[in-house]
């Protein structure tokens, strides 16, 4: 089962994985990292206004202000796709 589903390796079945228009072959939570955890709460603080550093965007370090840019842009194409499925 861990050979199909991509726990280890990349599965031997071709797109095991498919959400929508993206497949994967690897089981998609190896995917989510320690770092990719932490960006993810990281953004839920900056929704909420809390910066990793009071000071503002220009202590925060380039990594971090790129990932809130691409989490951001993947939530809002989410939030889009919903709105436009509640309007069918």
Request: proline share 5%.
């Amino acid at each position: 089962m861990k050979a199909l589903n991509g726990c280890e390796q990349d599965s031997y079945q071709p797109e095991r994985w498919k959400i929508r228009e993206w497949t994967w072959q690897r089981c998609p939570m190896k995917l989510i990292t320690p770092t990719t955890n932490y960006f993810m709460s990281a953004y839920n603080f900056l929704q909420k206004g809390i910066l990793p550093y009071q000071a503002g965007y220009m202590k925060n370090s380039n990594r971090y202000v790129e990932a809130m840019q691409v989490i951001d842009c993947e939530v809002k194409r989410v939030e889009i796709g919903n709105v436009k499925n509640v309007k069918k």
